[in-house]
Every structure is written in structure tokens, then in C-alpha cells.
């Protein structure tokens, strides 16, 4: 079949649009990824210094010789097990992301790995804040402990617990 002179017309005009589509795409995709990579470096910033403090202050509290309880009331130890609990929800979130950007079809090679490697290192980021966390819950509770004063008869064995129980 011959066809003429509109076939290479209607190809260079197909091709026009196809490349200036994928140009456009790209375009419109640019400033997103720049933006997702941009605010991950700055939560990891932020992140890797609360972690730093949190993980200084545990040292501190472990080396040190402190007189009277921390967290005499525990409220410290309740309120950083519901941070430990918020602080897994959100690796779950950035999990969830990450996979989002995995099956995102727009993102393609370069934008693509930079997004995933952004959403890898905030979960590496706050896994790792999480953990420092529980360890600073786990030393305060320790150090209270270690200090709290025993009140009453010292008790050696069974039958010194029922004696003060009966008596």
C-alpha cells in the first residue's frame, strides 16, 4: 500500500507530540522529586540530631550519679512509650511511601532510585530514633529503680512475707 507524502507528515507530528509529552512529563515530575528528596534530607538532618541528643542524654544518665529520681511520677517512661508507638507508625508511613514511589510508572531511573534512596535513609533515620528511644525509656526506668529506697522490714524468704502479711 502506498500511502504519500501525509504518512511522514502525521510520523514527524506522532514523534512531536510523543517527545514533547515525555519532555513535559519530566518537566512536572523534576520539581516533585526535588521536593521529596529535599524534604527527606532535611527530616533526616532534623532527625539524626534528636536521635544524637536523646542517645547523649541516655549516656549521661547512665554514667552519671544522680541523687534523686528522674521520672518519679513516670511520666517520662509513659510518655516515651507513646512516642516509641508513634515513631513505628511512622517508619510504616515511610515504608508505605517507598513503595508508592517503587510501583510510581513516572519515576524513572535516576529520579526514581534518588526518591527510593531518600525514603530508605528516612527509615534507616527514624528506626534509629526509635531505638534510642526505648534504650533512654529502659534508663530511666533503671536508674529510678536502682535509687528507689525499700521501705519496711527486709523480707529473706516465704515465710518472712507471710509473717508481714499475717502480722
Not at 18 to 27: C, G, I, M, N, R
Not at 52 to 61: E, G, K, V
Not at 119 to 131: C, F, M, N, Q
Request: net charge negative; glycine share 6%; hydrophobic share 40%.
Amino acid at each position: 500500500m502506498r500511502c504519500g507524502h501525509g504518512v511522514g507528515e502525521a510520523t514527524r507530528g506522532a514523534y512531536n507530540t510523543v517527545k514533547q509529552t515525555a519532555e513535559d512529563l519530566y518537566a512536572d515530575i523534576l520539581p516533585a522529586v526535588e521536593a521529596t528528596v529535599d524534604a527527606l534530607d532535611k527530616f533526616n538532618a532534623a532527625f539524626t540530631h534528636i536521635t544524637a541528643l536523646t542517645i547523649n542524654t541516655t549516656n549521661l544518665l547512665r554514667e552519671c550519679d544522680v541523687d534523686n529520681p528522674v521520672d518519679p511520677r513516670h511520666e517520662m517512661a509513659e510518655g516515651l512509650e507513646d512516642a516509641e508507638k508513634s515513631l513505628r507508625d511512622g517508619v510504616e508511613i515511610l515504608r508505605q511511601k517507598r513503595g508508592v514511589a517503587e510501583s510510581d510508572h513516572k519515576l524513572l531511573g535516576d529520579n526514581e532510585r534518588r526518591v527510593i534512596s531518600a525514603y530508605e535513609r528516612a527509615i534507616v533515620t527514624l528506626s534509629g530514633l526509635h531505638d534510642a528511644v526505648v534504650d533512654f525509656r529502659w534508663v530511666i526506668m533503671e536508674h529510678d529503680a536502682d535509687i528507689e529506697r525499700a521501705e519496711g522490714d527486709v523480707m529473706y524468704s516465704p515465710e518472712d512475707v507471710i509473717r508481714s502479711a499475717l502480722g
